[in-house]
């Protein structure tokens, strides 16, 4: 759960897509358009669109972007198929159905790769002679009659051999020449529990009954499960049931191996999740007085608060939106909180965790956010107080990956300041334990401040968070937003590009120096934050007793 004040932008970049074009929201088309065609289940059903709303925020953006506005009821069935993958015993959930026939020339053609990012897609026409097939799962279960995406890019008749389809592997490592042929046309969808190489293996899966991938549509959801839509070919015939009958057997070939976790759940993160049960930190709801409210998020709010005598503020999601995702969520942000306690981190009081009524409550912060110091009063930081404020997050975030733990959502929205202004490090609702393997996936903090590989849905590890204290940074030195003057989508396309906010005229070189170290495109060659905190700490030094101005010069 993200709560804001004044940022305009959520915590989950998936989960503000709606408005990631200048205000437009695709799912109240898609829900109108539900509507408009009537659909029976937009008709009957009054939750509807409270559910859209939670399917789109399990999805990246790129998501929302290969939705086809004439098969909106795609959406219902991608909602159906996630659902049923929740049971172990249908994963891999599938949906088959042919596309249309095509006749392929046989060239010498250099191979595309798919990847997990494809967010350019552009729309196809609708097909025609399409044949619908019912959605089934491993064990033969109707998931209903709707039919599948088709917003798929252009065909391209350019063939890749599933056998050759790793992740990361280079483009030009595929070629090869077919002939003159007929070619029925499939689509594939799976729907499983998203983890590590898992595009490798439902490729092979695919070429196990001599299927050829010609594209593939691939998003992995905030809380572990996979979506994946294949444009295949190889299959001789227009049968579609006998396709269904070749891809229940290969399943069942590989018994056992569809239900690991995608997120490579930490020794830590299990031993949590048992405490999670039980613990001295679970708080009477009835001792907690709330008060006024601080902020407002998409599942819930912050409220100012008193417990036991003492001012606190308290983090209620609100009932109404509650699902095992978000109470998911909660979990985790409750058990990182309860494994920090330092200066510069936000101290955790306790949480309600009897459903519904769930909260958290952390020591009230006077001070407010950075943002609003910055973005309210306008402030122009002398570069003695910049560099307490950047120090003390250095510290706080230093402390943060000592633990293991990533933040994924630093920004000046989420550094609150206590009564003498002291800076530390709030809202661990997107923040996780780092996965055993070192890196994780998934499009997970907020446009303007994410980095570069975490947009682009490659694996990436704690030096995400030191890309997003380059733009903090560039903040506190220009009291700017970044990239004001685009939507934070247009930045977050940019900054794949190699965007960064413009140089700041007039400050230190160092500070540009570092910023620019920071926000490099190679995570490796960032700095740690126990190398950030060093250097600031000797410009600190170097500043203190002489005369400043307050562009941080």
């Known amino acids: 759960m993200d709560l804001l004040e004044g940022v305009g932008e959520s915590s ?11 205000g437009y929201d695709i799912r109240n088309d898609v829900y109108n358009r539900l509507l408009e065609t009537g659909n029976d289940e937009a008709v009957c059903n009054p939750e509807l669109r409270e559910l859209l709303d939670s399917h789109f925020n399990r999805l990246p953006a790129s998501y929302a972007l290969d939705i086809n506005m004439d098969r909106v009821e795609d959406v ?31 060239d010498d053609i250099e191979e595309e790769l798919v990847s997990r990012a494809l967010s350019d897609a552009k729309p196809n026409k609708s097909m025609e002679n ?3 097939q019912p959605a089934y799962d491993r064990n033969r279960n ?10 798929l890019e252009d065909l391209n008749l350019d063939v890749i051999n599933s056998n050759d389809l790793e992740r990361g592997t280079s483009a030009e490592d595929f070629t090869r020449r077919q002939e003159v042929s007929y070619a029925p046309i499939h689509e594939v969808i799976f729907s499983t529990v998203d983890k590590p190489k898992l595009l490798s293996q439902l490729s092979s899966l695919l070429s196990d009954i001599g299927l050829n991938i010609r594209e593939a549509h691939v998003f992995s959801t905030t809380d572990g499960y996979s979506l994946d839509v294949f444009v295949v070919d190889g299959w001789p015939v227009e049968d579609t049931e006998g396709l269904n009958e070749a891809m229940r057997k290969a399943i069942a070939r590989n018994e056992g191996s569809w239900s690991s976790s995608s997120h490579s759940q930490s020794v830590v993160e299990k031993a949590l999740a048992v405490e999670l049960k039980s613990g001295d930190w679970e708080l009477d709801r009835k001792l907690i007085k709330i008060g006024e409210k601080i902020a407002s998020g998409s599942c819930g709010d912050l409220y100012r608060g008193v417990y036991i005598g003492q001012d606190v503020a308290v983090k209620v999601l609100r009932s109404e939106h509650l699902n095992d995702t978000l109470e998911d969520e909660f979990a985790q942000e409750v058990a990182i909180l309860r494994q920090v306690q330092h200066r510069n981190v936000v101290r ?4 309600c965790t009897k459903s519904p009524h769930l909260c958290i409550v952390t020591e009230y912060m006077p001070g407010g956010s ?6 309210k009063n306008h402030m122009a930081l002398k570069l003695s107080q910049l560099l307490k404020f950047s120090i003390d997050v250095c510290k706080g975030m230093e402390y943060l990956h000592q633990k293991n733990i990533i933040h994924r959502d630093l920004k000046t929205a989420n550094l609150l300041m206590d009564s003498v202004n002291v800076v530390k490090v709030a809202d661990f609702g ?7 393997g070192g890196v994780m996936t998934a499009e997970t903090g907020t446009y303007r401040w994410m980095a570069p590989e975490v947009i682009n849905h490659q694996p990436y590890d704690q030096k995400a968070d030191v890309f997003s204290f380059a733009i903090v940074l560039w903040e506190l030195v220009t009291a700017k937003v970044p ?6 989508l247009q930045a977050a396309l940019g900054v794949r590009q190699g965007l960064r906010p413009e140089l700041p005229k007039n400050a230190h070189p160092k500070l540009l120096d570092l910023m620019q170290r920071c926000w490099g495109a190679i995570p490796a060659n960032r700095p740690s934050f126990s190398e950030i905190k060093v250097e600031l700490e000797e410009l600190l030094r170097e500043v203190q007793d002489t005369p400043e101005e307050p562009n941080g010069s």
């Open 12 to 22: 989950s970049p998936a989960r503000s897509f709606g408005g990631g074009f200048g």
């Open 483 to 488: 990239y004001e003057t685009m939507t934070p």
């Open 430 to 436: 997107v923040a996780r334990f780092q996965s055993v």
């Open 130 to 132: 399409e044949r619908v």
């Open 142 to 151: 109707f998931v209903n009659d709707f039919e599948p995406c088709s917003k």
């Open 76 to 106: 219902l069935l991608h909602q159906k198929l996630l659902a049923m993958a929740r049971d172990p015993e249908n994963r891999p959930v599938f949906h088959i159905r042919l596309l249309e026939n095509f006749w392929t020339k046989g």
């Open 348 to 351: 955790f009081l306790g949480a």
């Open 370 to 375: 950075l943002y609003d110091y910055l973005h």
